[in-house]
């Protein structure tokens, strides 16, 4: 065990942990942010993705210990004074889910994409996307999610 | 088979054992729940009575009345039902008929579902029955509400009955000008009122709330994380658990050497025969603990994916069945032309974002279990069963979980969890690894189709003699009109744990039938939708047929040696679809295009049937083109993402849904049905464009179109 400093959604939290326990295991035992979600442990299908310094890293093969000293971002520290995201916003309008478990993964990948390219072909979102499994099935509507809220992002 | 056995027979297929308990559950007294007001009851309907059948192992219901609906003084009205969300969206649809039926504000009423100790006992939610059966109910029960509320008005105003209105969660007397809410109605009084038989419901063609496509009643805590699943549930003081899993199914402990695992600060281990587990106060610590434990297993031999339909054909429990088979021998051997073919599809696995996972907390002998399932009463007889107690000592919680797909039927993480919380004396958390969910959860049966068939020279279909082994009998029955005609399904000794699936078997009859008419049609030369068309009179199976074959343009569509086009259609759980595909051969096969056109009568959310029909698509490809488990020896092979593909991004094709709402006919569910039409459409474009008729699923594993199959 060894005590980490975390700064996780802009707050600092300590946790006493093993270094080479995963991040997503810290932030849904530890941290009891359960929103990012455990799929698959083998970085396959991206249910467990959050921001490290704003890029999209699988919290499920990240070590706890390289997140130390970094700002990390989660589903929880997205939206703003009771003011959703406008990539949860526009997720919500498409109804871009079923079951929704794979929607705070799919929402911080789309996040992150609209960081590097804010104007993204639908060829961009499949390629940056395709790391992320809805077994649901509505892709068609994240796609258009990502694409309203990349409009909006212009707009604003 | 009707619907009805295929019911049963789902249930069966997937209680583990039978129940050995059952004690008549005490009157629930709920008004201690939830305080005043109005509380709509039922004995037993006969509905549920019906639902039950041998699920219930021929006990009988709990004599109390069932509590189903609660309308608090506040205005706030809850919802009870059994049935469970995991993404169909129904926490919506039966909202909404509720809303719709009661004259209430859509967003007054919220759905308490899947909470055994409140809810009433419901078999499941599988089947696509939510929609044609427990809707009903909840239609009704919303109805006696209403015109309960309406006579209370009619009483406190010593008004007209006749001349009152019920909307927007008030009544509301015209002549006077006097309002109340329905809270004010019931003035904090409590009231209790029985089903009424048959009360006046409204009709889909005036539907106001229903049938419109309202959003996703919680959407909103999905975006945000907020929602917790079962997964995410924590208990004060929780441990967390692991199992030790046997390397093979079918193997035997010898011996375990368990020391340096206890000896980890805080770890608990149990063990009982087959079962090592163990609960320890991190998830780290239980993983380490899991590692340090020695075990030897003996491992049985078993089939592999090599022999599996030898194995299946030779291990059949039911053959064959002689009746009405002379005269499709008959019609056989008058036929003009004559086909004999054998489809074959591999077991798949549902592969939930969200494995299996339960807490469960003992209190005394109290034992409450939050899990994600399919079935919350039937994990409750399963802990009864296993842990010999009262049913009234179990509770089962679900809150809403990440998908099922027919795959969340059984208890076994529920089962495991109480052991360990129960030697922990601690609530123990345990969730399924991606790997223990490949591997140790129940797979969509694979199975053997054997189809022999007579066509005459104008095409018409004279005799259709089909067989099914192991998959099983959902979609048996053709659509078509056949004069002599046998279907039949064969169990047999799986050799792998294998159950429900979404739609069940119908996606492998539907492959084996819709790929055969296609050869049918081509041994003959017709066209794949004249020849359909000639062989069908079901108006309703035509329409969607029809639909499907104009919004694609099927009669302009020319295939080629890269570009093939293929449909399929038939009827499941009640609904009627029809898709046409396009693939592509590049030489991978992709799918390009796909338009689906689905009937399920009167539509209560468009937006949720066409997400529904949607995924069922994208859901279908994985099955189609390239999920298959392998395995060898009782071992399977490929229990990780990496190595077993499912549809991402990349494989998503254009995809037209058309939907044909009937509010003249009965709504029925829309989860299943569409996922039956992809695989043998796709079949047959792969046919269209490179002649290669793939009689198996997958039929593309490796991407392409395998060499065997290269006409």
């Given at each position: 065990m060894s005590a980490l400093v975390l700064n996780v959604n802009g707050s600092e939290r300590q946790v006493d942990v093993p270094?080479?326990?995963s991040l997503l295991s810290v932030l849904r035992n530890?941290?009891?942010?359960?929103g990012t979600k455990y799929g698959c442990?083998?970085?396959?299908?991206?249910?467990c993705t959050v921001l490290i310094d704003g890029r999209p890293v699988r919290s499920c093969r990240t070590p706890v210990s390289q997140a130390a000293g970094k700002k990390i971002t989660t589903i929880?520290?997205?939206?703003?004074n009771g003011k959703l995201h406008p990539v949860q916003a526009a997720f919500l309008e498409q109804e871009a889910?079923?079951?929704?478990?794979?929607t705070s993964g799919m929402i911080l990948s789309t996040v992150a994409l609209l960081n590097a390219i804010?104007?993204?072909t639908d060829d961009d979102i499949v390629r940056q996307m395709n790391g992320n499994v809805c077994r649901c099935g509505t892709y068609a509507r994240i796609l258009a999610a990502v694409k309203q809220a990349a409009q909006q992002s212009r707009r604003s | 088979m009707s619907e009805r056995d295929d019911l049963l027979l789902e249930t069966e297929q997937h209680e583990v054992s039978g129940i050995l308990h059952w004690f008549t559950l005490d009157r629930r007294d709920f008004l201690k729940v939830f305080g005043g007001g109005l509380l709509v009851c039922a004995a037993a309907p006969s509905t549920l009575a019906q639902e039950s059948g041998r699920a219930r192992g021929g006990q009988q219901l709990p004599k109390d009345l069932d509590s189903w609906l609660h309308i608090a003084p506040d205005g706030r009205i809850t919802v009870l039902t059994g049935k469970v969300e995991m993404g169909q969206n129904i926490r919506t649809s039966l909202a909404q008929q509720v809303a719709e039926e009661l004259r209430a504000?859509?967003?007054q009423i919220t759905m308490l579902m899947g909470d055994t100790d409140l809810v009433p006992w419901d078999?499941?939610?599988?089947?696509?029955q939510t929609t044609p059966r427990m809707a009903p109910i909840l239609r009704n029960v919303a109805a006696t509400a209403r015109e309960l509320l309406l006579d209370t008005a009619a009483q406190h105003w010593n008004a007209d009955r006749s001349k009152l209105i019920a909307r927007d969660g008030r009544v509301i007397d015209p002549s006077s000008n006097k309002s109340a809410s329905y809270g004010e109605l019931t003035q904090g009084q409590k009231l209790t009122s029985v089903i009424a038989a048959n009360p006046p419901e409204t009709p889909p063609a005036n539907w106001q709330i229903a049938g419109t496509a309202k959003p996703?009643?919680?959407?909103r805590d999905f975006v945000t994380g907020k929602h917790q699943y079962p997964s995410d549930v924590i208990r004060p003081g929780v441990m967390y658990g692991k199992i030790l899993r046997?390397?093979?199914?079918g193997a035997e402990i010898i011996s375990a050497e368990t020391k340096d695992a206890e000896a980890i600060p805080g770890v608990k281990v149990m063990s009982d025969g087959n079962f090592i587990g163990v609960a320890a106060p991190d998830p780290s610590s239980a993983e380490r603990a899991v590692k340090a434990i020695k075990a030897d297993w003996k491992v049985p031999p078993g089939p592999s994916n090599a022999n599996l339909f030898e194995y299946l054909k030779q291990n059949v429990e039911q053959g064959r069945e002689a009746p009405a088979r002379s005269n499709v021998e008959q019609a056989l051997a008058a036929a003009a032309i004559k086909l004999e073919r054998t489809y074959t599809v591999q077991y798949i696995a549902?592969?939930?974002?969200?494995p299996r996972a339960a807490v469960a907390e003992w209190q005394g002998d109290k034992l409450t279990v939050w899990t994600g399932t399919q079935r919350p009463f039937g994990v409750r007889d399963e802990l009864v069963e296993a842990f010999r107690?009262?049913?009234?000592k179990v509770r089962v919680i679900m809150p809403d979980?990440?998908?099922?797909?027919?795959?969340?039927?059984?208890?076994d993480a529920a089962i495991e969890a109480a052991r360990l919380a129960k030697a922990a004396g601690k609530p123990v958390k345990l969730v399924w690894t991606r790997e223990e969910e490949f591997t140790w959860a129940y797979f969509r049966p694979a199975g053997v189709i054997e189809v022999r068939s007579g066509v005459n020279r104008?095409?018409?279909?004279?005799a259709w003699d089909f067989h099914n082994y192991?998959?099983?009998?959902?979609?048996?029955?053709?659509?078509y009109n056949i004069a002599n005609k046998v279907a039949q399904y064969h169990p047999v000794k799986s050799p792998l744990r294998q159950g429900s699936y979404r739609a069940l078997a119908a996606t492998a009859n539907n492959f084996a039938r819709e790929s055969h008419i296609d050869e049918l049609a081509n041994a003959i030369g017709m066209d794949s939708l004249a020849f359909r068309l000639k062989n069908l009179t079901d108006e309703r199976v035509r329409a969607v047929l029809q639909a499907a074959a104009d919004k694609f343009a099927w009669k302009s569509q020319k295939s080629s040696a890269q570009r093939g086009f293929g449909m399929a259609c038939g009827t499941e759980k009640g609904g009627f679809y029809a898709a046409c595909v396009e693939v592509e051969i590049v030489p991978t096969v992709r799918i390009r295009r796909v338009v689906i056109a689905f009937e399920c009568?009167?539509?209560?959310?468009p937006n949720g049937v066409r997400n529904q029909t949607e995924g069922a698509i994208v859901q279908g490809i994985g099955g189609a083109l390239f999920e298959s488990i392998e395995f060898a020896n009782g071992k399977?092979?490929?229990?990780?993402m990496h190595d077993y593909r499912v549809p991402r991004f990349r494989d998503m094709p254009e995809i037209e849904v058309v939907i044909l709402d009937r509010k003249d006919l009965p709504s029925v569910g829309?989860?299943?049905?569409?996922?039956?039409?992809?695989a043998p459409a796709v079949a047959n474009a792969i046919f269209a464009a490179t002649g290669a008729r793939i009689?198996?699923?997958?039929?593309?594993?490796?991407?392409?179109?395998p060499a065997e199959d290269n006409a």
């Amino acid at each position: 065990m060894s005590a980490l400093v975390l700064n996780v959604n802009g707050s600092e939290r300590q946790v006493d942990v093993p270094p080479d326990e995963s991040l997503l295991s810290v932030l849904r035992n530890s941290l009891q942010l359960t929103g990012t979600k455990y799929g698959c442990g083998e970085g396959q299908c991206g249910a467990c993705t959050v921001l490290i310094d704003g890029r999209p890293v699988r919290s499920c093969r990240t070590p706890v210990s390289q997140a130390a000293g970094k700002k990390i971002t989660t589903i929880e520290g997205l939206e703003q004074n009771g003011k959703l995201h406008p990539v949860q916003a526009a997720f919500l309008e498409q109804e871009a889910l079923q079951c929704g478990y794979c929607t705070s993964g799919m929402i911080l990948s789309t996040v992150a994409l609209l960081n590097a390219i804010p104007n993204p072909t639908d060829d961009d979102i499949v390629r940056q996307m395709n790391g992320n499994v809805c077994r649901c099935g509505t892709y068609a509507r994240i796609l258009a999610a990502v694409k309203q809220a990349a409009q909006q992002s212009r707009r604003s | 088979m009707s619907e009805r056995d295929d019911l049963l027979l789902e249930t069966e297929q997937h209680e583990v054992s039978g129940i050995l308990h059952w004690f008549t559950l005490d009157r629930r007294d709920f008004l201690k729940v939830f305080g005043g007001g109005l509380l709509v009851c039922a004995a037993a309907p006969s509905t549920l009575a019906q639902e039950s059948g041998r699920a219930r192992g021929g006990q009988q219901l709990p004599k109390d009345l069932d509590s189903w609906l609660h309308i608090a003084p506040d205005g706030r009205i809850t919802v009870l039902t059994g049935k469970v969300e995991m993404g169909q969206n129904i926490r919506t649809s039966l909202a909404q008929q509720v809303a719709e039926e009661l004259r209430a504000p859509f967003d007054q009423i919220t759905m308490l579902m899947g909470d055994t100790d409140l809810v009433p006992w419901d078999v499941g939610t599988f089947g696509s029955q939510t929609t044609p059966r427990m809707a009903p109910i909840l239609r009704n029960v919303a109805a006696t509400a209403r015109e309960l509320l309406l006579d209370t008005a009619a009483q406190h105003w010593n008004a007209d009955r006749s001349k009152l209105i019920a909307r927007d969660g008030r009544v509301i007397d015209p002549s006077s000008n006097k309002s109340a809410s329905y809270g004010e109605l019931t003035q904090g009084q409590k009231l209790t009122s029985v089903i009424a038989a048959n009360p006046p419901e409204t009709p889909p063609a005036n539907w106001q709330i229903a049938g419109t496509a309202k959003p996703k009643v919680n959407g909103r805590d999905f975006v945000t994380g907020k929602h917790q699943y079962p997964s995410d549930v924590i208990r004060p003081g929780v441990m967390y658990g692991k199992i030790l899993r046997p390397p093979a199914f079918g193997a035997e402990i010898i011996s375990a050497e368990t020391k340096d695992a206890e000896a980890i600060p805080g770890v608990k281990v149990m063990s009982d025969g087959n079962f090592i587990g163990v609960a320890a106060p991190d998830p780290s610590s239980a993983e380490r603990a899991v590692k340090a434990i020695k075990a030897d297993w003996k491992v049985p031999p078993g089939p592999s994916n090599a022999n599996l339909f030898e194995y299946l054909k030779q291990n059949v429990e039911q053959g064959r069945e002689a009746p009405a088979r002379s005269n499709v021998e008959q019609a056989l051997a008058a036929a003009a032309i004559k086909l004999e073919r054998t489809y074959t599809v591999q077991y798949i696995a549902h592969t939930p974002l969200e494995p299996r996972a339960a807490v469960a907390e003992w209190q005394g002998d109290k034992l409450t279990v939050w899990t994600g399932t399919q079935r919350p009463f039937g994990v409750r007889d399963e802990l009864v069963e296993a842990f010999r107690i009262s049913p009234d000592k179990v509770r089962v919680i679900m809150p809403d979980t990440g998908s099922g797909y027919g795959g969340k039927h059984t208890g076994d993480a529920a089962i495991e969890a109480a052991r360990l919380a129960k030697a922990a004396g601690k609530p123990v958390k345990l969730v399924w690894t991606r790997e223990e969910e490949f591997t140790w959860a129940y797979f969509r049966p694979a199975g053997v189709i054997e189809v022999r068939s007579g066509v005459n020279r104008d095409g018409t279909i004279v005799a259709w003699d089909f067989h099914n082994y192991n998959s099983g009998p959902a979609g048996i029955e053709p659509q078509y009109n056949i004069a002599n005609k046998v279907a039949q399904y064969h169990p047999v000794k799986s050799p792998l744990r294998q159950g429900s699936y979404r739609a069940l078997a119908a996606t492998a009859n539907n492959f084996a039938r819709e790929s055969h008419i296609d050869e049918l049609a081509n041994a003959i030369g017709m066209d794949s939708l004249a020849f359909r068309l000639k062989n069908l009179t079901d108006e309703r199976v035509r329409a969607v047929l029809q639909a499907a074959a104009d919004k694609f343009a099927w009669k302009s569509q020319k295939s080629s040696a890269q570009r093939g086009f293929g449909m399929a259609c038939g009827t499941e759980k009640g609904g009627f679809y029809a898709a046409c595909v396009e693939v592509e051969i590049v030489p991978t096969v992709r799918i390009r295009r796909v338009v689906i056109a689905f009937e399920c009568g009167a539509v209560v959310n468009p937006n949720g049937v066409r997400n529904q029909t949607e995924g069922a698509i994208v859901q279908g490809i994985g099955g189609a083109l390239f999920e298959s488990i392998e395995f060898a020896n009782g071992k399977v092979l490929n229990p990780h993402m990496h190595d077993y593909r499912v549809p991402r991004f990349r494989d998503m094709p254009e995809i037209e849904v058309v939907i044909l709402d009937r509010k003249d006919l009965p709504s029925v569910g829309a989860g299943e049905a569409p996922i039956c039409a992809l695989a043998p459409a796709v079949a047959n474009a792969i046919f269209a464009a490179t002649g290669a008729r793939i009689r198996h699923l997958p039929l593309a594993p490796r991407g392409v179109v395998p060499a065997e199959d290269n006409a």
